[in-house]
């Protein structure tokens, strides 16, 4: 899968791995949400790099282990760039339990 590839400076969009999965599949397209779902479920994220998946505009979401954390890792692997940013409101902001 397009995880298992990235290196630690790449980011991907969750649109960018359901195109990848559709084709893939042979499908005509996948949902980019049913992705970001799989991804938050990920409980193995540092062996397979979901915090390296970011939103189509950039935006920093859907990370489970919480956004700071997530914000956190981009910098360790110097993979933060300008065009990635923390959004004002999302589910993603939510705390984690």
């Not at 290196?7 to 949902?31: C, H, N, P, Q, V």
């Not at 954390?69 to 959004?87: G, N, T, Y």
Request: with cysteine; proline share 4%.
């Amino acid at each position: 899968m397009p995880l298992d590839g990235a290196d630690e400076t790449t980011t991907l969009t969750y649109g960018a791995i359901a195109a990848r999965i559709a084709k893939d599949k042979g499908l005509k397209r996948m949902s980019a949400q049913a992705v970001g779902s799989a991804v938050g479920h990920n409980s193995i994220s540092l062996i397979i790099p979901c915090h390296r998946v970011v939103g189509t505009n950039g935006s920093l979401t859907g990370y489970a282990g919480g956004i700071d954390k997530k914000v956190r890792l981009l910098q360790m692997e110097k993979a933060l760039s300008d065009k990635l940013f923390v959004p004002k409101k999302g589910t993603a902001l939510r705390q984690q339990p």
